[in-house]
Nanobody, 125 residues
């Protein structure tokens, strides 16, 4: 089992940047495929990006491709989300998620077994 805690959210102007962190506690962090999802008010939680166990494979939603970068440091049990060129439509609660699935990455919310509590990102226009 793994516990996930996100941090780094906040208020930023359009065009700005933020870096989110997700710290994992528990054993064998490197065994988990990690993902980031987000949920805006009144909308369903949506996939943002995912990274394989080693960090060699990543996949992004079209809406963030070229602007967001996911990375992980298995020695620090942490996954990161670097968000650049932020837009007001990126405003949401961002969630970190983990799964022990066998594939290199997963994009469906139902594929993930463990979730953090979320961190708010607000982008003003």
């Amino acid at each position: 089992q793994v516990q996930l805690v996100e941090s780094g959210g906040g208020l930023v102007q359009a065009g700005g940047s933020l870096r989110l962190s997700c710290a994992a506690s528990g054993r064998a962090f490197s065994s988990y495929v990690m993902g980031w999802f987000r949920q805006a008010p009144g909308k369903e939680r949506e996939f943002v990006t995912t990274i394989s166990r080693s960090g060699a494979y990543t996949y992004y939603a079209d809406s963030v491709k070229g602007r967001f970068t996911i990375s992980r440091d298995n020695a620090k049990n942490t996954v990161y989300l670097q968000m650049n060129s932020l837009k007001p439509e990126d405003t949401a609660v961002y969630y970190c998620a983990a799964t022990l699935g066998v594939r290199n990455f997963y994009t469906r919310r139902t594929d993930y077994d463990y979730w953090g509590q979320g961190t708010q990102v607000t982008v003003s226009s």
